[in-house]
């Protein structure tokens, strides 16, 4: 458990943007033999550049265990049991290092599916990777994120068949498992009505939360509940993102005959011939910005005062919007700086930034396609 006079930690998920190369899994495909100790190479790297960045909280991706629980492989199910010594390593040194880790499991990880089997699968899912927390031997603040899933048509009847998955779940998921409000489907408010029905440990997202508040629920109050769904002497976590404001372009194919829209803006005019045109939309507000807008999350800062909690930033600039975010709170807001520790030594990462600033085009797999 964390010390409480620890300062708050900041975090990103899964991809290293801050030094180009660096991969985070093992990504060849099942007939190469891909493994979770080449992952957990890769990852042992990983931990060093956090490190040194002195960045003390990281989100492992989901699919370090290549086809672990791929139903038709059986070759791969004994991956996470064969790697005990090299997880048992690992964690090992994210502990010395003072790192905190987490996963989040896909979209496709649904508790509250009406297929039977597909929620069958998710709990496999979900067991593989609650083993391979506690085969690292990491405490309960190492944790795995995840939805209340589809709505299904009945939104009432979909959360309630979400705490029927929660109890077919073996303890060591319901120890791991943390259930996470969203954006478009449920809300703040639905979480908390599963959390006092289940006890499962919630974690706040506020870009969903102003995304999706159908209630109305004001946000200190709705905060302060969720950070006190977790044990005393395990430390809260929540996840923060700016909306991005930017015109989005969309590639469209060009249909022969067919006359452009009435309105449509068009990033530049097609050449003749051409076969794919830019169309540009206005932006998706449940969709991440590349880096954090740092007078947002001051703001919310000192409305959380008194709380304690780390925080997962979901920038798509990933340790960049964190190293950025940093700078500017010492600039801009050195109080919170000194929540997480932060000093003027994290302006001279600007110059990382500057250099290594190039966000991501697609989307994680946990965030689906917003």
């Not at 209340?148 to 705490?163: K, L």
């Not at 120890?175 to 908390?192: G, P, T």
């Not at 829209?261 to 939309?281: D, F, M, S, Y």
Request: aromatic residues 8%; hydrophobic residues 40%; glycine residues 6%.
């Amino acid at each position: 458990m964390t010390d409480p006079t620890y300062p708050l930690r900041l975090g990103f998920p899964v991809k290293v943007m801050g030094r180009p190369g660096v991969k985070t899994q093992d990504t060849r495909r099942w007939q190469k033999d891909p493994h979770l100790r080449c992952s957990l190479e890769l990852l042992d790297g990983v931990l060093d550049y956090l490190a040194k960045v002195r960045i003390d909280m990281y989100r492992l991706s989901s699919d370090i265990a290549p086809y672990a629980t791929h139903p038709d492989m059986p070759q791969f199910h004994s991956m996470v049991a064969d790697s005990d010594a090299e997880l048992r390593a690992f964690g090992r040194k994210a502990k010395d290092l003072g790192i905190r880790l987490s996963f989040h499991p896909s979209q496709y990880v649904l508790l509250n599916s009406p297929d039977p089997e597909l929620t069958a699968k998710s709990i496999w899912d979900l067991s593989s990777q609650a083993e391979m927390l506690d085969r690292m031997e990491l405490d309960d603040e190492a944790v795995m994120i995840t939805h209340v899933g589809g709505v299904y048509g009945d939104p009432e009847a979909s959360r309630a068949r979400w705490i029927e998955g929660w109890n077919k779940c073996p303890e060591h998921v319901q120890r791991r498992l943390v259930l996470e409000n969203d954006d478009i489907r449920f809300s703040a408010a639905d979480v908390l009505w599963i959390h006092e029905r289940t006890g499962v440990r919630l974690v706040f997202d506020y870009q969903h939360f102003w995304c999706l508040n159908p209630e109305r629920l004001e946000i200190r109050d709705t905060f302060e509940r969720f950070v006190n769904s977790w044990p005393e002497g395990c430390r809260p976590k929540m996840h923060f993102s700016s909306p991005r404001t930017e015109l989005r372009e969309i590639k469209q194919k060009i249909v022969a005959g067919a006359k452009p829209k009435k309105g449509e803006l068009l990033l530049n005019k097609p050449k003749p011939g051409a076969r794919i045109k830019t169309v540009l939309r206005p932006p998706v507000w449940t969709g991440h910005s590349d880096f954090t807008n740092p007078f947002e999350f001051a703001t919310f800062m000192r409305m959380a005062e008194g709380l304690v909690f780390d925080v997962m930033l979901e920038g798509k600039s990933k340790d960049l919007s964190l190293l950025r975010l940093r700078g500017d709170l010492v600039r801009y807001a050195p109080d919170v700086a000194a929540r997480f520790g932060v000093t003027d030594a994290a302006l001279a990462d600007e110059a990382l930034v500057m250099a290594n600033a190039n966000a991501e085009d697609e989307p994680d797999v946990d965030e689906g396609e917003t």
